[in-house]
């Protein structure tokens, strides 16, 4: 029973996954679409020019940047609570089974195993949160 209930969850997060993807790339691509003032601020190239009036260019061009960056950081967030949530679900399952074992050396270290595995995947979903955070927070950054 506890199986096909993992194997309900991992489908369930992979049709999310599949899902999720797909319909991400075009609102990544629809952040960052290009306005006249981007073109020219860019130019040719190296070339910045400075407008006066509706801002500056660095703001213009920093602006679809920071789109995508929340959008990534909010679907990272989504994925860690979700992740989070089915890793609680695992522990109290696996605590259950635990429970309910009954002395049996079998199903005491399938409910050990299940307790673990979900602790080994809240580490995880921890340490990408904080690997994306570090990323995202260089890739922001100015180059000097």
């Known amino acids: 029973m506890f199986q096909n209930i993992r194997n309900t969850v991992v ?3 992979s049709a999310i996954t599949l ?15 290009p306005s006249i003032q981007n073109s020219v601020c860019t130019g040719a190239g ?10 500056d260019c660095t ?4 602006n679809g940047t920071n789109k995508i960056n929340s959008f990534i950081g909010t679907i990272i967030n989504v994925f860690t609570a979700i992740v989070g ?3 609680v679900i695992m522990i109290v399952v696996g605590g259950f089974q635990y429970i309910t074992s009954g002395g049996d050396s079998g ?8 307790i ?20 995202l927070n ?4 100015p180059s000097t």
Not at 46 to 55: K, R
Not at 107 to 114: L, P, R, Y
Not at 138 to 141: A, R, V, Y
């Open 46 to 55: 190296t070339l910045q020019v400075n407008t006066t009036g509706s801002g």
């Open 59 to 62: 703001s213009q061009t920093t």
């Open 116 to 135: 673990i595995y979900a602790l080994i995947g809240l580490i995880f979903v921890a340490l990408a949160q904080v690997f994306v955070q570090f990323v």
């Open 19 to 33: 899902l999720a993807v797909p319909l991400a790339i075009p609102a990544l691509a629809a952040a960052d679409t």
């Open 138 to 141: 260089k890739l922001t950054q």
């Open 11 to 13: 489908s369930l997060l």
């Open 107 to 114: 199903k005491i270290s399938t409910a050990k195993n299940t």
């Open 85 to 87: 949530v089915v890793a």
